[in-house]
């Protein structure tokens, strides 16, 4: 349901996007043995009586300025607003909602509720929908292009392999030494034992520096985590170059192994560190 409190939702004229109308097809569910003998069929030229269509994987990303929203309002209510006024587009099932800062059409900073689309046709049809403020001023969603998407993957840290309990505001606190952040979003790994974190940086200047001192992990808390992503490139590092450590004392950390691994001999104050990418303690 659209949210209550949100901007007034826009629908173009019924005459303007009379050919907005998703395409509806049916796909008939076939065994394995029709499946072939129609397969054999297409290849000796005989005309098919169905078309077995597939979705795409490629999506659109679109964003609407949060600016129409009322202060304070949630991504929950944002998100539920946005599925309310693109329900009369039938095709359009927005998913994967986030906000982003990007530069608005006067080149300013702005906050945008960015989503995805599956197709070309949904993009194109949302964007002729939007909403109208008191004077009649109508905003329309837009796609979000390419280079808005490259500009702000130009600030992106991901890092991997942090403790289950991580918070961001423990990441931001951590993290924040390199530059101002933006914002950072968490989420469990695969098996949900560790967390992984998106964090976007105020300036992608922060990330270039990064790059430059050749940044494989960083500190969180008495953690180390894996960095996987700096900008628009991965960080790279080899699997096969693992060493497990046994019989560790009880209580140890992240951080104490990586201060051992600085001053491998404690005899030796000259002894050459044992360079690493990352520590993992699940």
């Given at each position: 349901m659209p949210n209550n409190h949100g901007p007034v939702p826009y629908h173009p004229d019924p005459n303007e996007e009379r050919n907005m109308d998703g395409i509806e097809v049916a796909s008939p569910e076939l065994s394995t043995q029709e499946f072939d003998n129609s397969v054999a069929a297409a290849q000796a030229g005989i005309e098919p009586e169905f078309v077995v269509v597939t979705r795409s994987k490629t999506t659109y990303w679109l964003q609407f300025p949060v600016s129409c929203f009322d202060d304070g309002a949630s991504l929950t209510a944002m998100a539920n607003w946005t599925i309310g006024t693109l329900k009369k587009v039938a095709t359009v099932k927005p998913k994967s909602f986030a906000i982003e800062t990007l530069p608005s059409a006067t080149g300013a900073q702005e906050k945008f509720l960015?989503?995805?689309?599956?197709?070309?046709?949904?993009?194109?049809?949302?964007?002729?929908?939007?909403?109208?403020?008191?004077?009649?001023?109508?905003?329309?969603?837009?796609?979000?292009?390419?280079?808005?998407?490259?500009?702000?993957?130009?600030?992106?840290?991901?890092?991997?392999?942090?403790?289950?309990?991580?918070?961001?505001?423990?990441?931001?606190?951590?993290?924040?030494?390199?530059?101002?952040?933006?914002?950072?979003?968490?989420?469990?790994?695969?098996?949900?034992?560790?967390?992984?974190?998106?964090?976007?940086?105020?300036?992608?200047?922060?990330?270039e520096t990064l790059k430059a001192q050749h940044t494989t992990y960083m500190q969180v808390r008495d953690d180390i985590a894996t960095v996987t992503?700096?900008?628009?490139?991965?960080?790279?590092?080899?699997?096969?170059?693992?060493?497990?450590?046994?019989?560790?004392?009880?209580?140890?950390?992240?951080?104490?192994i990586a201060r051992l691994f600085a001053h491998p001999d404690p005899e030796d104050p000259n002894a050459a560190a044992i360079p690493f990418h990352s520590i993992v303690m699940p």
């Open positions: 960015i989503f995805q689309v599956y197709t070309l046709h949904e993009a194109e049809a949302a964007c002729k929908h939007g909403s109208k403020d008191n004077t009649g001023n109508v905003t329309r969603f837009a796609i979000y292009t390419p280079e808005a998407q490259a500009a702000q993957q130009g600030r992106m840290l991901k890092i991997m392999s942090l403790s289950f309990d991580t918070t961001a505001d423990q990441i931001e606190a951590a993290l924040s030494k390199y530059g101002a952040i933006e914002s950072v979003r968490t989420s469990f790994n695969a098996k949900a034992t560790m967390i992984t974190a998106t964090v976007i940086y105020v300036s992608a200047t922060t990330i992503w700096l900008g628009n490139q991965p960080v790279h590092h080899n699997n096969l170059l693992t060493m497990k450590l046994a019989h560790l004392p009880i209580g140890i950390n992240p951080v104490e």
